[in-house]
């Protein structure tokens, strides 16, 4: 049983077109979210929601639009794509506050031709 | 701002002998949690070992402990009897303990690289 799964794995598509990626936990976890991994490997948070409600927003370009349906999902919708969006994008969940640790999904990678 | 820096870019361990790699974090703040995870070549991250400040007990999980040493802001993880599994890129992380503050920050990361 796959406890936090992303789709797709992998992703690519042509600059200036609208993508989604989808996060789903069965881990019972209220917090959910998104950090991108570039390609020197650095982390970084975008995101964050806890029981539908987003607490983190870091500075990210608004043509990055998470949306979490009820706790148990997190998609991240991006428009407009650009050569620089190519990284890995990781979902993970925690339960309240991380303070245990994340679970993470396996990553998407998007590549931006 | 907290930082966390990993200085070693990269190590190598001869397979069954010690390693460890070096964390150093910056922060003002008394109470948080520190992580090491590991991310293998497929990509997945995994919770190695987790450490709360204001306990002076070094954790341990197996053949993974760490030296947490407090004042002088430092988390190192030490790898006994390594395996070829344990190949991987090893990232560490802090998270502070403050109320409303969910986010970890990462450091850059460690390549363990693990000799036949």
């Known amino acids: 049983d796959t406890a936090v799964s992303q789709t797709p794995k992998y992703l690519v598509t042509q600059m200036g077109n609208d993508k989604s990626i989808k996060c789903e936990q069965n881990l019972g976890h209220d917090t959910m979210y998104w950090y991108k991994q570039d390609s020197k490997k650095f982390l970084k948070i975008m995101f964050s929601?806890?029981?539908?409600?987003?607490?983190i927003n870091e500075t990210v370009p608004n043509r990055f639009s998470p949306k979490s349906p009820d706790k148990a999902h997190l998609n991240l919708h991006i428009n407009s794509l650009e050569l620089g969006d190519s990284a890995v994008y990781f979902c993970?969940?925690?339960?309240?506050?991380?303070?245990?640790?994340?679970?993470f999904g396996s990553g998407t990678r998007l590549t931006v031709v | 701002a907290q930082t966390v820096t990993q200085s070693q870019p990269e190590m190598s361990v001869q397979e069954a002998e010690t390693v460890t790699l070096s964390c150093t974090y910056d922060?003002?703040?008394?109470?948080?949690?520190l992580f090491w995870y590991k991310q293998p070549p497929s990509r997945q991250m995994i919770l190695v070992i987790r450490?709360?400040?204001?306990?002076?007990q070094n954790a341990t999980e197996n053949r993974f402990s760490v030296n947490f040493q407090k004042a002088a802001k430092s988390f190192s993880l030490k790898i006994s009897d390594s395996q070829l599994g344990d190949a991987a890129m090893y990232f560490c992380a802090y998270r502070s303990a403050g109320s409303g503050t969910y986010k970890y920050i990462f450091g850059t990361g460690t390549r363990l690289k693990v000799l036949a």
């Open positions: 922060t003002s703040e008394s109470d948080y949690y």
């Open positions: 929601y806890n029981n539908k409600e987003l607490i």
């Open positions: 450490q709360e400040a204001y306990k002076q």
């Open positions: 993970a969940s925690s339960s309240y506050r991380g303070m245990d640790g994340y679970t």
